[in-house]
């Protein structure tokens, strides 16, 4: 588990006064990769090595409005893991707590090119060790 | 039920060559803008009357990636209706006719400022009928 | 010379209540894509090819603001080239016929990977012959 | 004069594969309000007080790209002033130090609704006298 807080940018709000619902989906994808980085991991590497790994869904539950001033702590972790697909949770609060939203994401490793899915265990074996330890029930 | 057809802009691609995935909301929200017109209503009338209308969730499938020279088809319809709470469903595709995704949005209208959540059929009634007319299983 | 129209979306407002200012570069690039599609060149061609064309300068002065309801009307043109740079020049209106904006873009050709910029007449002559054309006072 | 380091956001590449050109104007606007911050005022203020600030010119040189994994750093100062209008000047470097542009920004104060511009000094003497102690040749 990892938390990040990000600071809302001006140009992330709308005429509403408030953040645009999609830019949630931007505040997901850095704790992400910064989770994946605690975990010993760059996603910039995966995508070195010629493969990328695009969403294959995102579900968002918007409870709160956040606007510019506020900070946005975005909590995240490996929900579950099946060398196909990855499935990360998170729980977003406002600067005083309260909760702005929670999501989840999964995800799929491919190709570049073909777009064709890849097992984890056998393209990625230091990523899948790591979902493994990070999914297990002891830790 | 309504269908627009939205051409890929460059600066909507990642790195990853394809549409960022957070664009896609993007997409529904000018589906769902349009069809309200050619349904009778404008959004843009609700907010000049003090009101605005939040997403209070976001659910998108990733089917098949899209990116610059693609044409998205995204077809938008009333999904459900409660006086509170409207559901929008929707269907992607590109202009080869290949499903490139699905998802549903969930809105309420709230008063600027407050942000407290108002029954339609009192604030707006016509947008009200409108929902109505729409969710009768005999249209 | 060509224009375009672009409905604002509502994902382009910010919380001043107006199309935020980094997304006049986005219509700016719309419009030039379709100057030069009308010009007989397709952009995405040229990434195929294993190039791209990115911005070596910007300048956009701001006139009057537009918001979600507007149509912005972007006039383009070739203002002027060089074999190794070309720059348009835009004129941005709204429905009324009242003056938004102007701008400037420079651009050069450079190769995928190494970034280095090329000569068009060399690398791309129908480029090259499509813009001493468009520059040509006779036409 | 301040500096701010900015981290290079997926979301903020396009299939260049680099920082797509709109977004610096984004890196400037969180690097001005960084700067305000340390100066003593919140733009946020302006805009409770029932102001904005809109750009009403921006100007930039790309000298060299960027693009995820890279950090931006962002260096700002107030270039000129006169009551009505500011200027800003900015310079962009990567994490090693090589030039990654350079730019400036003009900005007036608009009351919010009519957008009539307002003097500093008259409006917000705060910022009024901030602004000319900043340009003031003995600081």
Redesign the interface.
């Given at each position: 588990m990892h938390t990040i807080q990000i600071p809302v940018?001006?140009?992330e709000?709308?005429?509403?006064?408030?953040v645009?619902?999609?830019?949630y989906?931007?505040y997901l994808?850095?704790a992400r990769?910064e989770l994946l980085r605690e975990l010993g991991v760059?996603?910039?590497d995966m995508?070195q090595a010629g493969f990328?790994s695009?969403?294959?869904?995102?579900?968002?539950?918007?409870k709160k409005?956040v606007?510019?001033?506020d900070t946005v702590h975005v909590r995240v972790w490996v929900d579950s893991y099946s060398k196909i697909r990855t499935v990360y949770g998170y729980e977003l609060t406002d600067q005083d707590g309260h909760l702005v939203g929670s999501a989840k994401t999964t995800h799929v490793v491919v190709k570049?090119g073909d777009?064709k899915p890849v097992r984890l265990d056998r393209e990625f074996p230091e990523w899948h060790d790591m979902y493994m330890r990070v999914m297990s029930p002891v830790t």
């Open positions: 940018r001006y140009q709000t709308d005429m509403m006064g408030i645009y619902h999609a830019n989906l931007v994808e850095i990769t760059e996603y910039k995508e990328v695009p969403v294959t869904n995102v579900s968002v539950d918007y409005s606007t510019f001033g570049q777009f």
